[in-house]
């Protein structure tokens, strides 16, 4: 009785607080995030995945995992679906390497429960051996929101850049580079605060240097996805990818992906020569 007495006083004091559901799922959401890893990009087949199109025109594909767009190093190849792509003799697209890839968003403010991650990297899709990738991740629960700042070398797990600040509306700009097939680096900077943080990286992973990407991913925890966020609209701009031959080119006639998942699309993604648009629906 007289423990009874006292939770009870507990309560009513607030001295013991129950955590409410919204404080819950946050704090599931949050665990998972500390093992929180990026994927390579998990196409789906579609009716049109067969479609080879013009060059400069983007080719609409579904992925469970990735929404943006995706650049390849032959026009020849990145219009075909990977159980193609991947029989076709590599020095088809041996035309320049991806080097560095870069571009700006405004930190969106995702509404009701959910998890995303924006981010640009090289390889993930032709090439599912390595990912170079730097970004934020975001995890909303009924208004309460947490950012994170990371870069990744897949297969190896991602980790946070710890002294930077992020909060909706800062506008950020990732870049990730390659110096070599396993060596590079990862710059994010918050253009609004000033504060800039970077990472040399290393890995015994190969990158093929074939594909460059600007994507919102839906990323994964403890072997299943995250619930996806309704993260409302991530505009790239500025979005350029260099070459090992010095050329720079824009996501225009990428192949551009959308997520689906149990039957339906959540995103809708769209392309200019600087910019790719991903929006939530």
Known sequence: MKLSLVFAVLLATGSLAVPSSSERVTARLERRRAARQSQPNNRLVS??????????????????????????????VRKLPLIIAHTISPSVGAQGAFKSVTGTFTVPTPKGSGAAAVWVGIDGDTCESAILQTGIDFIASNGAISYHAWYEWFPDSSNDFSNIAIK???????????????????????????KSVSKSLTSTAALCQQNAEWIVEDFESGGSLVPLANFGTVEFTGAVATTSTGTTVGPRGATVFDIQQNGKVLTSVSTSSSGVTVSHV
Do not use: Q, R
């Not at 509306?169 to 000033?194: C, E, L, Q």
């Open 47 to 76: 009716n049109n995945a067969f479609e080879v199109a013009a060059s400069n025109v983007s080719h609409v594909e579904y992925s469970s995992n990735w929404a943006g767009a995706v650049l390849e190093t032959s026009p020849s």
């Open 168 to 194: 909706a509306g800062d506008v950020m700009t990732v870049t990730v580079t390659a110096t070599s097939t396993k060596s590079g680096s990862a710059v994010i900077t918050n253009k609004t605060t000033g």
